[in-house]
């Protein structure tokens, strides 16, 4: 299994950056897609990006494509998603989350779950 811990959220003005990151724990790590989602207060959790295990395929929603790239390094166990120019619309809790197969855009296809970390972004 693997156990996964959000960092990096906090509060930043339009425009701004901010890079979250995603440990997770577990002797295959490098062998997850992992994901980033987000919900948004009353809305349900959304599709942001995800990254294939050898790192070589990655997905963005339309919405952040352009602003948002992720990544991962094996040899930290970590993922990251770097956010540039970020608007008041991507306030939100991000989720990193761990899959063991091929890409989805659908929550409920992933396994595992870290507690999340707030990102607001003030105007």
């Known amino acids: 299994q693997v156990q996964l811990v959000e960092s990096g959220g906090g509060l930043v003005q339009t425009g701004g950056s901010l890079r979250l990151s995603c440990a997770a724990s577990?002797?295959?790590?490098?062998?997850?897609?992992m994901g980033w989602f987000r919900q948004a207060p009353g809305k349900e959790r959304d599709f942001v990006a995800t990254?294939?295990?050898?790192?070589?395929?990655?997905y963005y929603a339309d919405s952040v494509k352009g602003r948002f790239t992720i990544s991962r390094d094996s040899a930290k166990n970590t993922v990251y998603l770097q956010m540039n120019s970020l608007k008041p619309e991507d306030t939100a809790v991000y989720y990193c989350?761990?899959?063991?197969?091929?890409?989805?855009?659908?929550?409920?296809?992933?396994?595992?779950w870290g507690q999340g970390t707030q990102v607001t972004v003030s105007s």
């Open positions: 989350a761990a899959r063991h197969g091929l890409h989805s855009q659908s929550p409920s296809e992933y396994n595992y």
């Open positions: 577990g002797r295959t790590f490098s062998y997850y897609r």
């Open positions: 990254i294939s295990g050898s790192g070589s395929s990655k």
